[in-house]
């Protein structure tokens, strides 16, 4: 729902990172990667050399989108030092991981460097890359924003914890206005930056973390045919296609996947005059699994007004998805074709990060999506009276 609010991404290779949300691009297709080792160097290809201190991980890896999985790489870290090299056919956000921290990167051919303390991420400087300068220009332009807003989300997780309902709404408010400012002050960017692949990155984030077709289609067109063009570009598109088919005002998209008892469900007959929370988990998500209170909560305040929730988990353990299940205490109906990240009904609603909801009108129509917190409570509160 917002920046920041702890999400999962997918790729299919599985669990991507579960986190912060960042302006990560999380499906580029560079179907040209290679990934030669850290010592062999490319005058056609990119060098990446790194001094953090304070990196105590002996190995640290990275990771880069290519097509819809992704191509990991490892370097021995010693005291803080550590290199790559390869070649990638066009600019692309890529991720140094360790087992406690990660790092972003615009990563692209030529000699790239980064210094800097490992407890600072963010002010990790990063140079040789035009695509990173653009990045961090872009940064700057709304870092009086994020300034605000990221101390609202540490005191949005202990009134969370209090279960304090109206101290939630009151931030998320506050959060919601901070949000605005700031896709405003992005879509500006886009507007000015057209052939940048970071503009192409951000509309990729956008409809990662918060699908909104029209909007995102208007400022895909608005780049220039380069980037359009690109093999990052081409993948957009055809998520934006998808999203199309799911976006609000669109008929819901049907499916039948089993239930817990391997019995199918077909949602159209679910769908009977009332309003339907289509909601997508997994046991193995931390931030759905602390979001399924709330989801609960409103359950319960509205199932005998005409609510129904029907779960879609991207499992693929049965004992894990059920057993999750008992523990969060959720008596509405779960399906699952137990393919986790290939889950057919995510695929069908272009479900790339969890979790994620779709709320459905008595007449089979998308009528809202992505709500979280109080928010949903909210919408359930405005639609039955």
């Given at each position: 729902?917002?920046?920041?609010?702890?999400?999962?991404?997918?790729?299919?290779?599985?669990?991507?990172?579960?986190?912060?949300?960042?302006?990560?691009?999380?499906?580029?297709?560079?179907?040209?990667?290679?990934?030669?080792?850290?010592?062999?160097?490319?005058?056609?290809?990119?060098?990446?050399?790194?001094?953090?201190?304070?990196?105590?991980?002996?190995?640290?890896?990275?990771?880069?989108?290519?097509?819809?999985?992704?191509?990991?790489?490892?370097?021995?870290?010693?005291?803080?030092?550590?290199?790559?090299?390869?070649?990638?056919?066009?600019?692309?956000?890529?991720?140094?991981?360790?087992?406690?921290?990660?790092?972003?990167?615009?990563?692209?051919?030529?000699?790239?460097?980064?210094?800097?303390?490992?407890?600072?991420?963010?002010?990790?400087?990063?140079?040789?890359?035009?695509?990173?300068?653009?990045?961090?220009?872009?940064?700057?332009?709304?870092?009086?924003?994020?300034?605000?807003?990221?101390?609202?989300?540490?005191?949005?997780?202990?009134?969370s914890k209090l279960k304090d309902s109206a101290a939630?709404?009151?931030?998320?408010?506050?959060?919601?206005?901070?949000?605005?400012?700031?896709?405003?002050?992005?879509?500006?960017?886009?507007?000015?930056?057209?052939?940048?692949?970071?503009?192409?990155?951000?509309?990729?984030?956008?409809?990662?973390?918060?699908?909104?077709?029209?909007?995102?289609?208007?400022?895909?067109?608005?780049?220039?045919?380069?980037?359009?063009?690109?093999?990052?570009?081409?993948?957009?598109?055809?998520?934006?296609?998808?999203?199309?088919?799911?976006?609000?005002?669109?008929?819901?998209?049907?499916?039948?996947?089993?239930?817990?008892?391997?019995?199918?469900?077909?949602?159209?007959?679910?769908?009977?005059?009332?309003?339907?929370?289509?909601?997508?988990?997994?046991?193995?998500?931390?931030?759905?699994?602390?979001?399924?209170?709330?989801?609960?909560?409103?359950?319960?305040?509205?199932k005998n007004k005409g609510l129904q929730i029907l779960?879609?988990?991207?499992?693929?353990?049965?004992?894990?998805?059920?057993?999750?299940?008992?523990?969060?205490?959720?008596?509405?109906?779960?399906?699952?074709?137990?393919?986790?990240?290939?889950?057919?009904?995510?695929?069908?609603?272009?479900?790339?990060?969890?979790?994620?909801?779709?709320?459905?009108?008595?007449?089979?129509?998308?009528?809202?999506?992505?709500?979280?917190?109080?928010?949903?409570?909210?919408?359930?509160?405005?639609?039955?009276?």
């Amino acid at each position: 729902m917002k920046k920041n609010m702890p999400i999962s991404y997918l790729t299919s290779s599985g669990l991507f990172r579960t986190g912060l949300i960042s302006a990560g691009f999380i499906g580029a297709a560079l179907s040209g990667l290679t990934l030669t080792g850290c010592k062999q160097t490319s005058k056609q290809g990119f060098t990446l050399q790194a001094d953090i201190t304070g990196l105590k991980d002996s190995l640290i890896y990275l990771i880069i989108p290519a097509g819809d999985s992704t191509k990991k790489d490892s370097a021995i870290n010693k005291n803080g030092h550590f290199e790559f090299s390869g070649s990638i056919p066009e600019p692309a956000m890529a991720y140094l991981e360790t087992k406690e921290r990660y790092f972003e990167l615009f990563l692209e051919n030529g000699n790239i460097t980064m210094t800097g303390n490992a407890d600072s991420a963010d002010k990790i400087k990063i140079t040789g890359s035009a695509s990173q300068t653009e990045y961090d220009q872009l940064k700057a332009s709304i870092a009086n924003i994020t300034d605000q807003e990221d101390p609202l989300y540490q005191v949005y997780d202990s009134v969370s914890k209090l279960k304090d309902s109206a101290a939630e709404s009151n931030i998320e408010k506050k959060l919601d206005s901070f949000r605005m400012q700031r896709r405003e002050r992005i879509k500006t960017y886009i507007a000015n930056h057209p052939k940048s692949p970071v503009s192409l990155n951000e509309i990729n984030s956008m409809a990662l973390t918060n699908p909104d077709y029209p909007v995102q289609e208007k400022l895909f067109l608005s780049l220039d045919t380069t980037m359009q063009n690109s093999a990052a570009g081409k993948t957009l598109a055809k998520r934006l296609a998808t999203l199309k088919k799911s976006a609000i005002g669109q008929p819901f998209i049907d499916f039948t996947q089993n239930d817990m008892n391997d019995k199918p469900v077909i949602f159209s007959q679910y769908n009977k005059g009332k309003y339907v929370l289509l909601d997508f988990w997994a046991s193995w998500c931390g931030p759905c699994r602390a979001e399924n209170p709330n989801v609960l909560k409103a359950y319960n305040h509205f199932k005998n007004k005409g609510l129904q929730i029907l779960g879609v988990s991207l499992d693929s353990d049965s004992t894990k998805w059920k057993e999750a299940i008992r523990k969060d205490g959720m008596p509405w109906t779960q399906v699952s074709d137990l393919k986790g990240h290939k889950n057919e009904v995510a695929a069908q609603y272009g479900i790339e990060a969890i979790p994620f909801n779709f709320l459905v009108s008595p007449d089979g129509i998308i009528i809202a999506k992505n709500m979280r917190g109080t928010e949903l409570e909210q919408k359930l509160a405005e639609l039955i009276k």
